[in-house]
């Protein structure tokens, strides 16, 4: 049984590391660079998990004071990932117009093909 | 589970080869992000996510797919190293979270910190109830004033980088015409 308490309760984990290696993967494996990002924010959204999930407290409330409740959740994982929710915003926009700009240089936006180019000039 | 479900997400964005539905996907697995956060309790960053996430994020992913190829490519080199790597990482971080307190337990070291002054005194000290909102402004004001710095700083890169690439397709397009 402690097996399987110990499964339970770190579910949560294994799915965050899941999505995490997910977007690792799409990162390095996948030739395309629209790919690459949206592999990138994948492994952003796994970090948001990542620290929320440990602030939650069972039978706790959202983290707004009111006097109907006692018990509420860590606010400061919430506050760290809403910082890191737009900075990620920022990464994959300046990303996309590298993206764009890349294709007008090279006409492609596959990696194997950029080389390609690089080794023929 | 709604995690299970997001994992679904993830594979099928793996497999898909369409960037249109790569996309789609996305804007989805955000919504289900979105969902897990509210019952996380993290209401605030749930709004954001699906705002950022699914909303601005769609959209600038859509305009970029205006501008480039749609399919991707079949890969040429073999790619079992990168899944080899993962593989391997993923194992190594599972095999450490299991030391760490299981889920939702009030008692765990993360509340024992800061935040439960930031609960008791926000009232107090800046009579704002949302406590994220205070910890965000008022508290962690230095972090926020950061985290716009980067905005700006990412904001002055994509208009360089797109003004330049405009100007350069005037010329061009002054060249061919001559």
């Given at each position: 049984m402690p097996t399987l308490a110990i499964v339970t309760d770190h579910y949560h984990y294994a799915i965050t590391i899941f999505l995490m290696m997910a977007g690792l993967y799409i990162v390095v494996a996948r030739g395309n660079m629209v790919k690459k990002l949206v592999g990138l924010s994948i492994f952003q959204t796994s970090v948001y998990l990542l620290y929320v999930e440990p602030g939650k407290i069972i039978g706790g409330t959202a983290p707004i004071i009111d006097p109907s409740f006692t018990v509420y959740s860590n606010p400061l994982p919430h506050v760290l990932m809403l910082t890191a929710i737009v900075v990620g915003m920022a990464t994959l926009a300046l990303g996309l117009a590298l993206v764009v700009r890349i294709n007008e240089a090279y006409?492609?936006?596959e990696e194997d093909e950029i080389f390609e180019r690089d080794r023929e000039t | 589970m709604l995690l299970t479900l997001l994992a679904v997400v993830t594979i099928a964005i793996v497999r898909q080869r369409s960037l249109f539905g790569v996309v789609i996907l996305a804007s989805i697995y955000s919504f289900l992000m979105a969902s897990v956060l509210i019952v996380l309790d993290a209401v605030d960053v749930a709004m954001t996510e699906a705002s950022v996430g699914a909303g601005v994020s769609t959209v600038l992913l859509l305009a970029t797919l205006h501008l480039v190829k749609t399919t991707e490519m079949k890969r040429v080199r073999p790619h079992l190293l990168p899944l080899f790597v993962s593989l391997g990482t993923g194992a190594v971080l599972v095999w450490g979270t299991l030391v760490l307190p299981p889920f939702g337990t009030p008692d765990a070291a993360i509340h024992k910190h800061v935040a439960p002054r930031y609960i008791a005194d926000t009232i107090k000290d800046t009579?704002?109830?949302?406590v994220v909102t205070s910890v965000l402004a008022d508290y962690r004001g230095y972090d926020t004033l950061g985290e716009t710095t980067v905005i700006f700083t990412a904001g002055i890169g994509v208009m360089l980088l797109l003004r330049k690439a405009r100007r350069r397709g005037r010329r061009d397009d002054a060249e061919t015409s001559r």
């Open positions: 006409g492609t936006i | 009579n704002v109830p949302n």
